[in-house]
């Protein structure tokens, strides 16, 4: 039982793009998906009987959002209020809390949190203050008679994030330049100086500290760092399933009556606590086989077995698919998938079923992430003056890309590149 339920990047107001030529029920479930990976984090809000639903990213713009969601969002505001759990924004701009209060009409049980002002609240007799870590980052908290870090026993909270994959390109690192809005200071806040920021802040290091960091990218995070991920995933890009995060602060026993319920034990390893609760109704993945000859029927079977071989999204309602195709570096067989890839998807197509199988095939393509090494000179014995001797001296060219210490391009996109590059004179 969560005392605490945190919930990353929701974007409510960012429709997710669906597939081309997708049915009806697969555009609406991607329409829906973000509002019903909210829904869900409130639910277990509710079922834990949190005290908070902290809310930090995109969550609601005024400039962007239409009417129903701000009803929708107000709604669910109110309805945890009722319950005892206030819903927490996260922000790292003062007026765009402001902005946000006005959109909602100021419910009952809605809170704020930026740089300049921490919020301080009594969870069962714990005092416990979140902090935002966009602003002077590792500032410490002013002091004062009331300053949570006096009290005997305490629970500061530190939340950072970032903006990696909100445009749902690879490409986009999305730390610097790829953002938009007021989330500009999120922009440029990375882990390591979160980490080292709140190390070296009397403030943000002292024992009663958990550290938050929010992000679409799973990544290698500093020691003490907890991540985040988002509510939904949205793209295909994304590794991560969406979930929130829960943290039990307190030692609760939830048989005894409510008003028996006011004080709680603190729990002493609050820290070991935190767990991810999947949250996404909607879920990418791509499967890859091994095709190195046939036509569309024989590719449909190995896809379709592939398919029924590898676990469902967990508690995904649809799941999204993209099939790469792993051709044994034949550049012929990689032509040969292109022209057959739109008869592929038309027969995987087929057997999709909204009740039973939720699986829907995006797209066929042979995979970009096979290594050329093969087509090397070292390897390929090419002579000079023939096409093969062209695919060695490209192959060479990608491998040393990917060798490098600092290489011009990403190397899966050299890669990616150097197979484009081979189609396009096997196929001209």
């Not at 590792?138 to 950072?160: C, E, F, K």
């Not at 988002?230 to 590794?239: D, K």
């Not at 096979?370 to 003056?385: D, F, I, K, M, T």
């Amino acid at each position: 039982m969560s005392d605490i339920i945190f919930a990353f990047d929701p974007a409510l107001d960012r429709p997710i793009p669906a597939p081309e030529g997708a049915p009806v029920a697969i555009v609406e479930a991607i329409a829906t998906a973000p509002a019903e990976a909210v829904a869900a984090a409130a639910a277990e809000a509710r079922r834990s009987g949190a005290a908070a639903l902290v809310l930090c990213g995109r969550i609601l713009d005024p400039r962007r959002a239409s009417p129903a969601q701000a009803a929708a969002f107000r709604r669910m505001v109110v309805d945890l209020a009722t319950n005892g759990c206030r819903t927490i924004v996260v922000d790292d701009d003062t007026a765009a809390c402001h902005e946000v209060a006005r959109m909602l009409g100021e419910p009952q049980g809605l809170a704020f949190v930026t740089a300049a002002a921490p919020l301080r609240l009594d969870i069962r007799g714990l005092a416990v203050e979140l902090v935002s870590a966009h602003g002077p980052v590792g500032a410490a908290v002013p002091a004062d008679a009331d300053s949570i870090g006096t009290a005997p026993l305490h629970r500061r909270i530190v939340i950072g994030w970032d903006t990696a994959l909100w445009h749902a390109d690879r490409w986009a690192g999305g730390l610097e330049g790829h953002h938009d809005g007021h989330h500009r200071e999120a922009a440029g806040l990375t882990p390591t100086a979160f980490a080292a920021a709140a190390a070296a802040s009397p403030a943000w290091s002292e024992p009663g500290a958990f550290w938050i960091w929010g992000s679409r990218r799973r990544q290698h995070l500093p020691v003490g760092v907890h991540h985040l991920p988002a509510l939904q995933e949205r793209s295909g890009h994304e590794t991560v399933a969406g979930s929130c995060c829960g943290l039990t602060l307190l030692d609760r026993d939830d048989t005894q009556p409510a008003a028996g319920r006011r004080f709680a034990a603190p729990l002493s390893d609050w820290r070991a606590s935190w767990r991810e609760i999947p949250t996404h109704r909607v879920a990418w993945r791509t499967v890859t086989i091994e095709s190195p000859a046939g036509g569309d029927e024989e590719l449909a079977t190995a896809i379709w077995a592939a398919l029924e071989g590898v676990g469902s999204g967990g508690n995904a309602a649809l799941e999204i698919v993209r099939c790469s195709i792993e051709c044994g570096t034949s550049v012929a067989r990689r032509v040969r998938v292109a022209e057959i890839a739109a008869e592929t998807l038309a027969r995987l197509r087929q057997l999709y079923d909204p009740k039973t199988f939720r699986v829907w095939c995006r797209e066929v393509f042979a995979s970009p992430g096979e290594s050329l090494a093969a087509l090397g000179h070292a390897r390929s014995g090419g002579r000079p003056g023939t096409t093969t001797s062209f695919s060695s001296a490209l192959a060479d060219i990608v491998a040393a890309i990917e060798q490098s210490p600092t290489p011009a391009i990403p190397p899966d996109l050299a890669r990616e590149a150097g197979w484009l590059a081979l189609e396009l004179v096997e196929s001209s």
